[in-house]
């Protein structure tokens, strides 16, 4: 009885020597994502990905315990370290074969390039894709408004041309919408003022090419973040504002704006509001001062005019957020 429980430990080594090794993530999930390595040419970010390995432990594979070990992160982000190629070629139809990813983050691959494959409808929890600065151009596709689940879009930093996909608000689930860094033009799509998710997502257009007035129908909507930077846009950006708004964070500078800023109440709780760099009329209201929690503060370059009201607020910022208008002073005394 000793000598067989002294063998025990033996025999359990041989049988753990001579099994199959345990395979964790599911077979279809595997198969799939092979053509995904197959499709960018096998680069040197796939070199973990062999077929003697378990792919949920993958380089930028993470998979769900809880649903049976089922692919549902990849995330592959070049750091630019000098050791890595980068990802080539356009993303491949078999991210629609991992029927469980919720994230796709391919960021810093300008290898990467159109077109986006439409499988990627086939994604029913698909909660965040994020293509940052990759080679992407062309149209941006409306059929990313047929992927319900998304949470996050972010398109930022790529080649992208031609108008906003008004398709886009029809997105129920949208917490954020990156389109910033592309090549946009046209106007905001009147259809983003009915986002049917309250409140609407926080919008990032900077640094496009779009143009034209503000949709009134964009204006009704209670936005918390806005960034409109770095455009053509022109107008009025009235309907925006309003003490009682939800808006905290607003970004217009260096577009066209033409409005008069003197009738107008901020959002009691705004954080930031940058307005250079446009042209701007009138005066800054007296309310700017009730705006406790604003630590950006931009009114440079544009045709205010007048005595900067005094308080709390405008005294903490200094003159470099004032210069460049028409006739504004911090006092009789003391003008721009």
């Not at 990759?134 to 930022?156: E, M, N, R, V, Y």
């Not at 204006?219 to 808006?247: M, R």
């Amino acid at each position: 009885m000793a000598a067989s429980s002294h063998l025990l430990p033996v025999l359990i080594g041989l049988v753990l020597a001579f099994s199959p090794p345990v395979e964790a993530c599911d077979s279809s999930d595997k198969a799939a994502l092979f053509n995904i390595k197959a499709a960018f040419s096998n680069p040197a970010e796939f070199s973990s990905w062999t077929d003697d390995t378990n792919c949920c432990s993958w380089k930028g594979v993470s998979c769900n315990k809880f649903i049976g070990d089922r692919v549902h992160i990849l995330s592959f982000y070049n750091n630019n370290s000098g050791t890595l190629e980068g990802l080539s070629g356009p993303l491949p139809d078999a991210l629609g074969d991992l029927p469980f990813l919720t994230f796709i983050l391919f960021g810093n691959h300008p290898g990467i390039v159109s077109p986006l494959p439409p499988s990627l409808t086939r994604l029913r929890y698909l909660s965040s894709f994020s293509l940052r600065q990759t080679s992407l151009s062309g149209s941006i596709p409306p059929f990313l408004s047929q992927i319900h689940s998304l949470k996050l879009l972010d398109l930022s930093f790529n080649k992208f041309t031609g108008f906003i996909p008004p398709e886009l608000s029809a997105l129920p689930n949208l917490n954020a919408l990156y389109l910033e860094g592309n090549q946009l033009v046209g106007s905001i799509p009147s259809s983003f003022g009915s986002f049917t998710k309250s409140p609407p997502p926080g919008l990032f257009l900077s640094q496009n090419m779009l143009s034209g007035d503000i949709p009134a129908e964009f204006g009704a909507a209670d936005w918390v973040t806005v960034d409109l930077s770095h455009n053509e846009l022109s107008g009025g950006a009235n309907a925006l504002f309003g003490a009682n708004k939800a808006l905290l964070s607003l970004d217009l500078s260096f577009n066209r704006f033409e409005f008069d800023l003197s009738p107008i109440s901020f959002p009691i709780n705004m954080t930031n509001l940058i307005l250079n760099d446009n042209k701007i009329m009138g005066s800054i209201p007296v309310q700017i001062n009730r705006l406790i929690s604003l630590v950006k503060f931009n009114v440079s370059n544009n045709r205010l005019c007048g005595i900067i009201p005094a308080g709390p607020v405008t005294d903490k910022f200094d003159d470099t957020n004032f210069i460049g208008n028409k006739c504004l002073c911090r006092s009789q005394d003391s003008c721009f």
